[in-house]
């Protein structure tokens, strides 16, 4: 068999999958979720069900992908010596891939052509309304989100075409840090905008009445999502750690500086749509409306927001190529299409779907299905179903089925690793998160 390429170092893994992490989860859903409920109480549940169900989730599929060193769906099969029920969680992240990247690249056309926005210098000098009228003008347009959302798909299927080492880690470890200090120099302008104050309490003032079933499912979703897990493609990036990697700081850096990049983005978001008088809850537009204005507050605001929206741009191609890698990997162990071959069915497949996903976005309301958006659909499916399965049969998986000795093995690395902390993991990965999973996951189907 040819030998699988190996992350090149420690940084590699932890930026690479920082770059997966790292991207509109972030920056554009999370401020949407904790602004559609409740803010404060938002936050402290997403802080918890991070730390607690999301770390231990994401070192389960890392555990998972180098012991097996195969794609999601092979991976169960691989660990287990036959196929099992398990090998349909393989193929439901594969899935999961197609649909998160439907309507993932929707946005990610949007922070295309807000680049390009930003280049003509469209928001100098405009006001709350004028920007509200240019998102609104942008998503409506006939053919420009649509465009700009398959040129996204398509820089994608060229950098996994590159192959894995090479595509992904170049891009990560230089931009990312970048993007961080960008990200503090606007947090910075928008706490001193007036008014500010009322979105920082509306961040950090928990209201504990607040803490519904739904908050809470709406969480897990969020953590889910924002952290890639639940669908396999932290087993596909962890099928290429290296036998000497430590697993659980690993993914213990990758879950922190995610969670700082959220809380980040959201002491830039609140205080200044507090500031400007945008509503917490407006949803889609939060991010694309608030930023253009912050920008315009601030000296040389053109070169920032071109700088910004270059820089997600590239966070989110980063996002965009770990779920691709998902399909690509599948396709071409699986059914041995070629590298080639396979990404570009895979961008081929998703732009079929992500289409609609971009036209249900306009205000008009088309192709909405009950009442919801094809847009909505994907997202609800996704975050809410497909990856807390995903996740709850992931944990079961190493907490369960997989000898012990084995995960133990890959938690201390063969014994190299202090045992006693890897040993408390486990015991969250067999008991906690299974059950806190399966709790918040059937709460909110009763409803
Ligand atoms: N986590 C990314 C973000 O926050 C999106 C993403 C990339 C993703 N790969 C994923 C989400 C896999 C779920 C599963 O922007």
């Not at 071409?332 to 570009?344: G, I, V």
């Amino acid at each position: 068999m040819k030998q699988r390429e190996n992350f090149g170092s420690k940084l590699g893994i932890i930026m690479a999958t920082a770059g997966s992490a790292l991207g509109l989860g972030n920056i554009y859903r999370f401020p949407v979720e904790a602004g559609n409920n409740g803010g404060g109480a938002f936050l402290i549940v997403y802080i918890a069900v991070a730390l607690l169900i999301g770390a231990p989730l994401m070192i389960s599929e890392f555990i998972i992908g180098r012991r097996s060193r195969s794609n999601p769906i092979g991976a169960f099969r691989t660990i287990s010596g036959k196929r099992t029920p398990f090998t349909l969680v393989g193929w439901g992240g594969v899935l999961s891939a197609f649909l998160i990247l439907a309507f993932y690249t929707t946005v990610a056309g949007w922070t295309l052509g807000y680049l390009g926005k930003s280049i003509l210098n469209h928001f100098g000098g405009q006001d709350l309304p004028q920007i509200q009228a240019q998102f609104t003008a942008f998503v409506d347009h006939p053919w420009l989100p649509i465009v700009c959302q398959l040129a996204f798909l398509a820089m994608t299927a060229v950098v996994v075409l590159r192959g894995v080492a090479k595509g992904i880690e170049r891009w990560s470890k230089i931009l990312m840090p970048l993007l961080l200090v960008i990200m503090v120099v606007l947090c910075v302008k928008s706490l001193t905008l007036p008014g500010a104050a009322k979105g920082l309490q509306f961040l950090f003032q928990p209201d504990f009445s607040k803490i519904t079933g739904k908050v809470l499912i709406s969480a897990l979703g969020q953590s889910f999502f924002s952290l890639s897990i639940g669908m396999g493609a932290l087993i596909t990036y962890g099928s290429y750690i290296a036998k000497s990697d430590n697993l659980v700081s690993s993914a213990g850096s990758v879950v922190l500086a995610d969670t700082l990049v959220a809380i980040l983005a959201g002491i830039i978001i609140f205080p200044a749509a507090f500031s400007f008088g945008i509503k917490p809850e407006v949803g889609a537009s939060l991010a694309f409306t608030t930023l253009p204005l912050v920008f315009q507050q601030m000296h040389g605001g053109y070169f920032f927001c071109l700088l910004f929206f270059l820089l997600l741009v590239i966070a989110t191609l980063t996002s965009t190529i770990s779920l691709l890698e998902v399909i690509v990997a599948a396709l071409t162990e699986e059914y041995k299409l070629k590298r080639s071959q396979a990404a570009w069915l895979g961008a081929a497949i998703t732009a079929v779907i992500g289409v609609l996903a971009t036209i249900s976005m306009r205000s008009s309301n088309p192709l909405a299905i009950g009442g919801t958006s094809v847009f909505d659909l994907l997202d609800h499916a996704t975050a809410l179903y497909l990856m807390p399965l995903g996740g709850l049969f992931i944990v079961l998986f190493v907490g369960w089925r997989m000898k012990k000795a084995d995960t133990m093995a890959e938690l201390t690395n063969d014994g190299t690793l202090r045992a006693g902390i890897r040993k408390a993991i486990l015991f969250i990965i067999r008991y906690l998160c299974p059950l806190a999973i399966a709790i918040i996951f059937i709460s909110q189907l009763i409803k």
